[in-house]
């Protein structure tokens, strides 16, 4: 599909960089900038040009200064802009050894949320504002200041920003010195402390209007969160995990946070959710602010959540960085994982580690079945090829093999590993051999031969288990294939992962009874005696990277742990998980749906969340047949019981999970058109409207899809001004994720004229669209059709980045017939999306699995739901 480029290079390395002085004059009137720049840098081969990374920026003039001490003025600026490379050409080879480069320079504040950007936000008295902002993150660090942008070749920054005296400036560092400028006595001059040893792409500037909280945290880190003017208080739960965040990094490395402040900021345009600027860490306002009366559990939870990712990379890619993209996962990876593990130490009552396997492990396994997945390790050369792998394999692959590594090692001697690796490269670059090395050095354990198989191979493996008695004893016979959601890998020559296996079972369910690596195609596991009944479970905890497929007669023991709860609440999931991608894969769909009925006594919130999601992929596989009422009574049957359990208001003693529980069931049975559900939900959105009782922050999401679904043009004439009048940009962000599920044609497209309207910050257009097309038939054709009729006004505006790859790929997977197929892949062989074209044929692949399992079952399934239907009425 895209075209072949020419081969990629990088930067020659016969001048290195060593340190930038840095001065910017941002102009938020004409969003322009102007720059100088001094770079001390060592020339290490004779050579007459100087090669630099530099985009969308001129170069005014260039100099050389070498240590003997005579200015050499460049003679030419060769742009290449394919390349975004400058050549500065000198009359003669520089000098061997220090010298100095001198560059004056402008560029633009651009709208594109890249490089050095301007970001558009109210101020209190209701006018527009800009701040000037960046995101350096991969490769546009050159946008902002000419610069040798590669993760490898680091340096100190001393950087000045000379700005309007009544904003804010920031930078990584602290402030050093702040005075009048000479050249603008109505600008001052804000200069900062010179940054350790870095990348580029960690650099970060901000100037705007901000107000801040503040706190010291216990090993004596100034750590502050700005915010917009009025809204500090919104920081304060972010404050609050931080301070308690650098000290647990800090013990857990045994290595301590080595700059003397760190800021925390919140941006109103800004792509990503988060960016872990060394110092200056930026993040979009819904991942940092919380609203202590109109935040929900679930806002807070993604707080939590992503500044203990941000705050993790101080250490794991700031302090040591990987050497080149081929391996961001390890930084990512790293940081998914460990996210969990400083929130489970925060706050414990968010028992988080349960819902990292329906948030991480399960989306990874789901992308990792298909064909088109990728190895986690992934050769990149071009940085634009980057975008490609900021992706669920990156994160939560990268995470779940790394949760799964941690337990196989322990975590004494995974931390030893890790002080090893970040002492050993401080400063400095790493491979992801590099910590295979020093984890083995911590734990003596063969680390790089098992990861190997699990980050250069695509997929992963699904064990089949059964168990027979000789004698006393009970044997195991598990062999392991390569899992794949189109069919099972058959041939003797298949892929072999190294698979750490433990083994439990209901006589205790929470030690591990048997364990061993596997690492042949077949092997027999003596477990000792089992009493009678007792359920034996392979992966305990759903720890290891693969799915299991039991004997009937062991599944049948399982279940019965299900259903008295005996069986863990992470097992449990684990449970329903794998019957579900098996159903998908060719196994049956109706015997799935018949043991999902296992699960109407469950309590725990994320087996049901887990449960929602994937009745969720069933509802939009069923959503054109003629038995899709009879599948959404399935729907309210299994969820009915619980709801009547919880009930609709807090009860005493009741705490987070439950919160996420209400509102999950709620909706859930809102969408489904339970008619006592649509009323209740409707009285309390009317009472809410009208001021007499407002909803608390954690009913909103349910309330308002079920009387957005159920209701008329009116209704989302109010959701659209109640989006208008709000103030806060998580209310408005909750409000834009449920206007999808609106019924009507007309109101359909109002939706999709509205997600690109002034009304919604561009980087939230994209879950507007994407809502729309997750909501059934009419909404998935005219999602689709609305992102090809706006293609190229969408493609300006994301530049073809990571935000225009999830919408390509959340509008186009969820089709279910070839024909859409074959027509997704003609549009984009005429309208190239190279930074989605991985993510195009995923969709495609998506789109004919979805074919093939809505022909193969949907017969059966009707059938079940039929006779579900006429017991129901023999039963009345």
Known sequence: MPEKARPFERLPRDVQPRRYSLVLKPDLVDFTFEGREEIALEVKQATGHVVMNCADIDILTASFIPESGKEINATGFNYQNEDEKVTLSFPSPLELGEGKLRIEFVGELNDKMKGFYRSKYVDRCGEARYAAVTQFEA???????????????????????????????????????????????????????????????????????????????????????????????????????????????????NVPYPLPKIDLIAISDFAAGAMENWGLVTYRETALLVDPKNSSSASKQVVALVVGHELAHQWFGNLVTMEWWTHLWLNEGFASWIEYLCVDHCLPEFDIWTQFVSSDYAPALELDALDNSHPIEVEVGNPAEVDEIFDTISYSKGASVIRMLHDYIGDEDFRKGMNVYLNTFQHGNASTDDLWQCLKQGSGKPVAEIMRSWTQQTGFPILHVSMEQKGNDHILHISQQKFSSGALFSGEDGPIWMVPVNVSSSEDSNSVKASVLLDTPKAHINIGPISNGHWVKVNPGTLGFYRTAYSPEMLQRLLQGVRNLSLPPRDRLGIQNDLFALSRAGYSTVEMLRILEAYVGETNYTVWCDISSNLSTLSGLFSGTDFFNSFLQYIIDLFTPIAQRLGWDPKHGEGHLDALLRGLVLGRLGRAGHQPTIEEARRRFRDHVEGKHVLSADLRTPVYVTVVKHGDANTLDTMLKMHKQTDLQEERVRIERILGAVSSPDLIQKVLNFAMSEEVRAQDTVFVIAGVSMAGELGRAAAWKFVQDNWAELYNRYQGGFLLTRLVKRTTEVFTCERRAQEIMAFFEGHPAPAAHRAIEQSCENVRLNAAWLSRDADAVQELLQSRRHSHTARM
């Open 139 to 253: 490769t546009d660090a050159r946008r902002a200041f000419p610069c040798w942008d590669e993760p490898a070749l680091k340096a100190t920054f001393d950087v000045t920003l000379v700005v309007p005296r009544d904003l804010v400036a920031l930078s990584n560092m602290n402030v050093m010195s702040r005075k009048t400028s000479t050249e603008h006595p109505e600008l001052m001059e804000v200069e900062f402390a010179r940054t350790p040893v870095m990348s580029t792409y960690l650099l970060a500037f901000v100037v705007g209007d901000f107000e801040f909280v503040e706190t010291v945290s216990r090993d004596g880190v100034l750590v502050r969160v700005y915010t917009p003017l009025g809204k500090s208080e919104q920081g304060r739960f972010a404050l609050e995990v931080a301070s308690k965040t650098l000290p647990f990094y800090k013990e857990y490395f």
